[in-house]
């Protein structure tokens, strides 16, 4: 029986985390929950318990202000 092998993923499929983006932006990580709860900052997705970021997506915010 074959074992299906698993990818590994690229960087640009790795989500981020509240703290690598904030990385990215140069902000504290409370702000990114502020904006998420204020619908401002850029779009985020929740994970089970866990808030993530499409990297593209956060590209595509910064862009677009």
């Given amino acids: 029986m074959n074992t299906p092998t698993i990818p590994l993923p690229r960087s640009e499929t790795v ?11 140069q ?7 502020e904006w998420r709860y204020k619908g401002d900052g850029p ?6 318990r866990y808030v993530r970021y499409v990297p593209a997506e956060v590209r595509a915010w910064v862009t677009s202000r």
């Fill in 15 to 25: 989500l981020w985390s509240v703290t690598d983006t904030a990385t990215y932006l």
């Fill in 27 to 33: 902000v504290p990580a409370k702000t990114l929950y």
């Fill in 43 to 48: 779009p985020s997705h929740r994970i089970g």
